[in-house]
Nanobody, 122 residues
């Protein structure tokens, strides 16, 4: 049973930084995609970044150059370093994982989700 647990959200001023973490457990496959999504009130869940087992990273244009995704395989933990935060980055942030060797950007392509961590930029 795969579990994903996010942490690190909070309230930050515009221009500030936060680092989100996602602790993963229960994986049995060797190839998988892990990603971060976010969802603001009244909006659809939005893909923002993903990373493959081999380390290939992708970013949405809205966060490119400001956010950095990474993972520590020894700790089974995914990270999202968020810099130069803007009020429009305010949302619930979710960690997601899929047991595929490729990454897609649609929420339905991911099998496992965390409970989310709130980020508020104000």
């Amino acid at each position: 049973h795969v579990q994903l647990v996010e942490s690190g959200g909070g309230l930050v001023q515009p221009g500030g930084s936060l680092r989100l973490s996602c602790a993963a457990s229960g994986y049995t496959g060797n190839n998988y995609c892990m990603a971060w999504f976010r969802q603001a009130p009244g909006k659809e869940r939005e893909w923002i970044s993903s990373i493959l087992t081999a380390g290939t990273m992708s970013y949405a244009d809205s966060v490119k150059g400001r956010f950095i995704i990474s993972k520590d395989n020894t700790k089974n933990t995914l990270y999202l370093q968020m810099n130069s935060l803007k009020p429009e980055d305010t949302a619930m942030y979710y960690c997601a994982a899929s047991s595929t060797w490729y990454c897609l950007t649609t929420p339905t392509s991911f099998d496992f989700w965390g409970q989310g961590t709130q980020v508020t930029v104000s």
